[in-house]
């Protein structure tokens, strides 16, 4: 089989790229063929201030990526288009350019921007829902991307034009979703539930079975409020938890966390900054937990798996597929979000209950064995192409 590979890279590489390169290095390795059509937002510093003053039109509708999409179809003819993400440069023309040649689409639901012009369903760390409830025009309101009204309505603008169009239900033949929670959001916003399939992300390589063995516990991610960092802190701060509990990432609230660590004189908490992947994966594989104390709707959440691929429990916030993936008082714990006295009592739960943690440690291992690795994503992903490809030729 001939793959396309639609997708445009964001100025911050992010999981999604992660994922786009892995599922493609997994498709090549079993003898098919992938051709790439990519842009990347890095584009935009090389415009000058008039033709970055035009990005409204493009975001809407891109003439130049259909064009050299549209090319380069006909010159490959893959059996199927394969998008991740089609946001600043490539645009929703890139589902034209599909349906014009009559080849089968599929777009992967990264995150919630056709929702959602923040992408998130977040807004000031907390879930916000209104543009499901009350219309895209409360994003613009609030300016939710990137704290602009202007760059909030350009978005606005894109996802009202195609939903009137009515590109979202007949331009994508199907769409993946990563969780039975996210999917279900979506058809809340309007998606057609039959196009939409569930496959989660996988972890490749296997990192293999952990012990544990570093006695700390772990976060991993972006220092920003809907992660729910503060939160985090505030446990240890309550409790006065012994546990060393060290920080991987980067964010707008790190100054911020530094400081109020060091007022509480909390020495047991170390900032690692961001650190490569396989740093990372090294530290999770001696993590006693992994805490993910999100206070907004992950689609998907992949530490989460990782961690679970090393046999890492992990202490999540009771919400989205978080509450999803992780089962409760079996794979990890779950806590009320935002809630740092529930999350300590977890925490002080888990460090007093070792034979328990055991146990969680091999149920952890086994869910990745069961649902997250390469070759069990492969499958799923080869039967979504299967229905993709037979769902257009009924159209």
Not at 50 to 79: C, F, T, W
Not at 265 to 293: C, D, H, S, Y
């Amino acid at each position: 089989m001939k793959i396309a590979i639609v997708h445009n890279t964001y100025q911050q590489a992010g999981g999604e790229d992660v994922v786009v390169e892995q599922e493609s290095r997994m498709l090549q390795s079993h003898g098919h063929t992938v051709v790439f059509y990519r842009r990347s937002n890095h584009e935009i510093a090389q415009f000058s201030k008039a033709r970055q003053l035009l990005m409204v039109k493009d975001i809407v509708y891109s003439g130049e990526s259909k064009r050299e999409i549209r090319d380069l179809l006909r010159h490959e003819k893959p059996n199927i288009v394969h998008v991740h993400n089609t946001f600043i440069m490539i645009s929703p023309s890139a589902y034209e350019a599909c349906q014009e040649l009559g080849i089968p689409v599929l777009q992967t639901l990264h995150n919630f921007r056709l929702l959602c012009p923040a992408w998130t369903l977040s807004r000031n760390g907390a879930v916000c829902e209104e543009c499901l409830t009350d219309g895209l025009w409360r994003g613009v309101l609030h300016g939710c991307y990137r704290d602009s009204r202007p760059m909030t309505a350009a978005v606005a603008l894109m996802l009202k034009a195609h939903r009137t169009l009515g590109t979202w239900t007949h331009s994508v033949d199907g769409y993946v979703a990563l969780s039975d929670f996210a999917r279900s959001k979506f058809i809340d916003g309007g998606l057609p539930g039959q196009k939409i399939y569930v496959k989660p992300n996988f972890v490749q390589p296997d990192p293999g079975m952990s012990t544990g063995a570093g006695g700390y516990a772990l976060f991993v991610g972006r220092l920003s409020q809907e992660k729910g960092p503060a939160t985090l802190i505030s446990a240890w701060a309550k409790r006065k938890i012994t546990l060393p509990l060290v920080i991987v990432g980067e964010g707008p609230l790190r100054p911020t966390l530094e400081a109020q660590v060091s007022a509480q004189g909390l020495t047991n908490i170390t900032f690692r900054g961001w650190l490569p992947r396989e740093q990372t994966m090294a530290m999770m594989k001696e993590a006693v937990f992994l805490v993910t104390p999100s206070e907004w709707y992950e689609t998907f959440g992949m530490v989460i798996t990782e961690a679970f691929a090393c046999g890492v429990p992990v202490i999540c916030s009771r919400m989205g597929a978080m509450k999803e993936i992780v089962a409760d008082q079996s794979t990890g714990l779950h806590f009320t979000p935002g809630d740092a006295e529930d999350l300590a009592t977890k925490v002080e739960w888990a460090c007093s209950h070792q034979s328990r943690l055991d146990d969680m440690r091999r149920s952890a291992r086994r869910e990745y064995e069961s649902r997250y690795t390469a070759e069990k994503n492969y499958g799923r992903l080869m039967e979504i192409y299967d229905q993709t490809m037979h769902s257009c030729m009924r159209n």
